[in-house]
């Protein structure tokens, strides 16, 4: 049975299977109006004799057809193929007995049958040429064999009729070739696509991969270039060596964020820049950021200003991380620009939307050098600044404007470039819905811990160097600081001593970061809810919801600023119960 195998050995025919199974009624109910209207010049019986006959052949397809839900073989394929046969067979009956009848001049009919079978197989010029050559024979033959076998040539409109109707069939084959050699290449090239598509895909997921992977090997040796920056800074330094320790500390920040944004930017082009909408005051937001760079501002002679309008809605439900990133570097970029005056943030409200949304106008307004109008949509591009000279004179590899744009788009909104009278004016314009109820009021958290106890804090590390750097920051700020090297010992130490905070790295030998948090979270090593901080360089967009979601209590990215660590260790002892006492 080699030859059913061969006959079947097209994958393509699934497809064409799947397609004769969904449209399996449509063309039932078309044979019944056929049947309908051939039933007035045949007859009722013969009419419903042909339909029955037609539906037989669809059921015995239907048999087969519906064993193409699961894994297909060359057999099964095969057996489609000549289930095709007995339906084809039904129709060229029907354009015979058309042809055939006697009483009444049907044969128009009889061609259009014809016709419509071989208009019908077009639908599979893409497939093998099995089922193409056994859907479209008997139409063809009917074609020949009518005019040369059933008439006699009598006459000349005899002769000629069957030599255009030979005519005819020349052409629909010719046509069919054509169309099918036409189909071939539709075929090559959507191959070809779609192989192209597949490597695209493969090159963004090594690129996602790369990013990643250099994000996390950078982070650490940058933890400890700027951990014992920081460290070095709380120490006795003279002016000049406080200069050198600033400037050390000033060019890894540098160099951190040239790192996010690319970062940044990868993540947005391949649209995995994910977004954690929640319920947020606008209004303090707003002033958090402007506060932020104040004291930059004020080193340098320059004002911040905030005019918040009246009917700009107090809180907005949307991701305020990623809107405090775009309002930061549009503020950065402001005061890096500005010489002299300062920068104003206004916000206003451009009312609702069809769609029920608010609609928030930010205005980031500088008193700088400007930008000419013909770099509007230019200095949004990646890599891309209004001037060149404008790098060499002010730095950096303008990302931060693609960023903020993309971000905003992202978040359903947008950024532009405004006409201004003096300086750069932007608009940031945010589209999100209103919180449907006002917050409760927050309550103090209660703290448990005598004022003076010292706080104990466990962390597992397996770097030296960032236990050093981590050692150098808590210790100055009185913390007694345990160091394990790898999850498994911090589950030891729990178990054996109680501590107020667990600050825990993620990748580790022994026992990862995560399975030792899911080992504390049974309760397997100590309290339960002991508070336990990612400290990790896995730090790109999306990570901090990510570890949230494990079960963290907070997530710290290296290089980690000695300020973050401590207040995010001081907001865990907060709200650590003491250890209960042993009942004797």
């Not at 006459?155 to 030599?163: F, Q, Y």
């Not at 920081?230 to 040239?258: F, P, W």
């Not at 236990?467 to 999850?487: I, K, N, P, Y």
């Not at 990570?543 to 600023?561: A, C, I, N, S, T």
Request: include cysteine; charge should be negative.
């Amino acid at each position: 049975m080699q030859w059913l195998d061969a006959l079947g050995a097209d994958e393509r025919l699934d497809e064409v299977a799947n397609d004769t199974r969904r449209l399996t009624v449509s063309r039932l109910v078309s044979a019944a109006l056929v049947a309908m209207v051939v039933g007035i010049a045949l007859g009722p019986a013969m009419a419903a004799g042909w339909f029955a006959a037609l539906a037989a052949g669809e059921a015995l397809a239907s048999l087969v057809i519906r064993r193409f839900t699961g894994p297909t073989t060359d057999r099964l394929r095969a057996l489609f193929v000549l289930a095709s046969i007995p339906i084809n067979i039904v129709w060229s009956w029907l354009a015979v007995a058309l042809w055939m009848f006697p009483g009444q001049d049907l044969r128009l009919a009889a061609l259009g049958v014809c016709a419509g079978q071989i208009i019908f197989t077009q639908n599979f010029r893409h497939q093998p040429i099995s089922l193409l050559a056994i859907t479209t024979a008997p139409p063809l033959v009917c074609l020949m064999v009518f005019p040369f076998v059933t008439v006699a040539p009598h006459d000349m409109g005899s002769l000629t009729n069957r030599w255009a109707m030979l005519m005819l069939v020349a052409t629909t084959i010719n046509a069919m070739l054509l169309n099918r050699a036409a189909a071939r290449k539709m075929d090559e090239l959507t191959r070809g696509l779609r192989q192209e598509k597949e490597r695209a895909l493969a090159a963004s997921r090594v690129k996602s991969v790369f990013v990643a992977t250099m994000s996390h090997e950078m982070r650490t040796p940058m933890n400890g270039l700027l951990g014992l920056a920081h460290a070095l800074k709380g120490t006795n330094l003279d002016e000049r060596q406080r200069d050198y320790v600033e400037l050390m500390i000033h060019s890894g920040d540098s160099l951190m964020q040239l790192l996010n944004d690319v970062l940044d930017i990868a993540r947005l082009d391949a649209g995995d820049a994910e977004l954690t909408p929640c319920d947020f005051d606008l209004h303090d937001l707003v002033h958090a950021v402007a506060d932020t760079w104040r004291d930059m501002a004020m080193v340098r002679g320059l004002s911040v200003d905030v005019r918040i309008d009246a009917t700009a809605p107090q809180r907005l439900h949307a991701d305020p991380a990623r809107i405090r990133q775009v309002l930061g570097g549009l503020l950065s970029n402001a005061l890096k620009f500005t010489r002299v005056g300062g920068v104003t943030i206004e916000v206003s409200s451009q009312g609702d939307a069809p769609d029920g949304l608010e609609t928030v106008a930010i205005r980031i307004t500088d008193t700088g050098p400007g930008i000419d109008p013909a770099f509007a949509e230019r200095i949004f591009e990646s890599f891309t600044q209004a001037d060149e000279s404008v790098s060499r004179a002010y730095g950096g590899m303008g990302l931060g404007l693609t960023i903020a744009r993309a971000l905003a788009r992202r978040m359903g909104g947008d950024l532009s470039l405004e006409p201004a009278e003096r300086g750069a004016r932007f608009l940031l314009l945010l589209r999100a819905p209103r919180p449907e109820a006002p917050p409760l009021p927050a309550q103090a958290p209660e703290i448990t811990e005598d004022d003076g106890a010292v706080p104990r804090v466990l962390m597992a590390e397996d770097n030296p160097m960032n236990q050093m750097v981590v050692r150098l920051m808590l210790e100055a700020a009185g913390v007694d600081l345990t160091v394990v090297e790898d999850g498994r010992q911090a589950l030891d130490a729990l178990k054996a001593s109680h501590f107020d905070c667990v600050l825990m790295d993620i990748n580790m030998p022994v026992m990862d970061g995560v399975t030792a948090l899911s080992e504390i979270r049974s309760g397997s090593a100590g309290a339960a809810d002991t508070p336990v901080i990612a400290l990790t360089a896995s730090a790109m967009a999306g990570d901090r919801e990510r570890f949230l979601k494990l079960g963290f209590d907070e997530h710290l990215g290296k290089p980690v600023k000695p300020l973050d660590l401590i207040s995010a260790i001081a907001m865990a002892v907060d709200r650590t119960p003491p250890p209960r006492a042993a009942v004797g």
